[in-house]
């Protein structure tokens, strides 16, 4: 990193419309009832609104139940892989990006059956 040049590790959603497609019911329980103004909705971001959803009782207290767990698990996948792109531990936040994808796998699961 040179004086005035900041080196950067980072992770993305390339197209914000993959998270809908891959993650639909998951992605319509936690933004389509306007609590969160977050203009970017990634999958990181997601994992965070499902995570403040349940924690904060945005959601159905039966459906932050079924999801409390998986929430949680996202929330700190998320959180580790900040992290590590933090520390430039691109290849640890690479593993912790699928970790995180099957969590919200997961989530996805569960939301099916509300």
């Given at each position: 990193m040179g004086r005035i040049i900041q080196?950067?590790?980072?992770?993305?959603?390339p197209d914000e419309k993959d998270v809908e497609r891959e993650w639909?019911?998951?992605?319509k329980l936690v933004w389509t009832r306007g609590e969160f103004m977050n203009p970017v909705r990634g999958a990181a971001e997601l994992a965070?609104?499902?995570?403040?959803?349940?924690?904060?009782?945005?959601?159905?207290?039966?459906?932050a139940e079924a999801l409390?767990?998986?929430?949680?698990?996202?929330?700190s996948l998320r959180r580790r892989m900040e992290?590590?792109?933090a520390a430039r531990n691109a290849a640890e936040a690479d593993s912790l990006s699928y970790?995180?994808?099957d969590a919200l796998d997961e989530m996805e699961t569960i939301a099916k059956g509300f």
């Open positions: 080196i950067r590790v980072s992770a993305s959603t639909p019911v998951l992605d965070q609104a499902a995570y403040t959803a349940v924690v904060a009782g945005l959601i159905d207290k039966k459906q409390g767990e998986k929430a949680r698990e996202g929330e992290s590590a792109l970790q995180l994808e």
